[in-house]
């Protein structure tokens, strides 16, 4: 299995900045992707960021194109969510999520095989 633990979150004020990061153990060799997820409530899960891990490539809904980056740390097995310019539509739980293979659910909730336990983003207008 892989266990992965996030950190960074808080409360930030409108136009402000947070990182978060995830830090992957265990069975890090099966990591095929990292990627960061996050649910408001009475909302679903949705994607937000990717990575794929042995390439670099990275991956992103529209809605945070130029704000939010991710990167990683494969030595470190980290994977990093640089958040900038948020908004108060960007409150939510964030969780980081590994899977182990290619899937045509890539990117989906249903596609990842591993989950942090989330980390709580508060943005006030």
């Known amino acids: 299995q892989v266990q992965l633990v996030e950190s960074g979150g808080g409360l930030v004020q409108a136009g402000g900045s947070l990182r978060l990061s995830c830090a992957a153990s265990?069975?890090?060799?099966?990591?095929?992707?990292m990627g960061w997820f996050r649910q408001a409530p009475g909302k679903e899960r949705e994607f937000v960021a990717g990575?794929?891990?042995?390439?670099?490539?990275?991956y992103y809904i529209d809605f945070v194109k130029g704000r939010f980056t991710i990167s990683s740390d494969n030595a470190k097995n980290t994977v990093y969510l640089q958040m900038n310019n948020l908004k108060p539509e960007d409150t939510a739980d964030y969780y980081c999520?590994?899977?182990?293979?290619?899937?045509?659910?890539?990117?989906?909730?249903?596609?990842?095989?591993?989950w942090g336990k989330g980390t709580l983003v508060t943005v006030s207008s």
């Open positions: 990575i794929w891990w042995s390439k670099g490539s990275t």
């Open positions: 999520a590994v899977s182990t293979s290619w899937s045509s659910r890539r990117w989906s909730p249903d596609g990842m095989a591993y």
């Open positions: 265990g069975r890090t060799f099966e990591i095929h992707d």
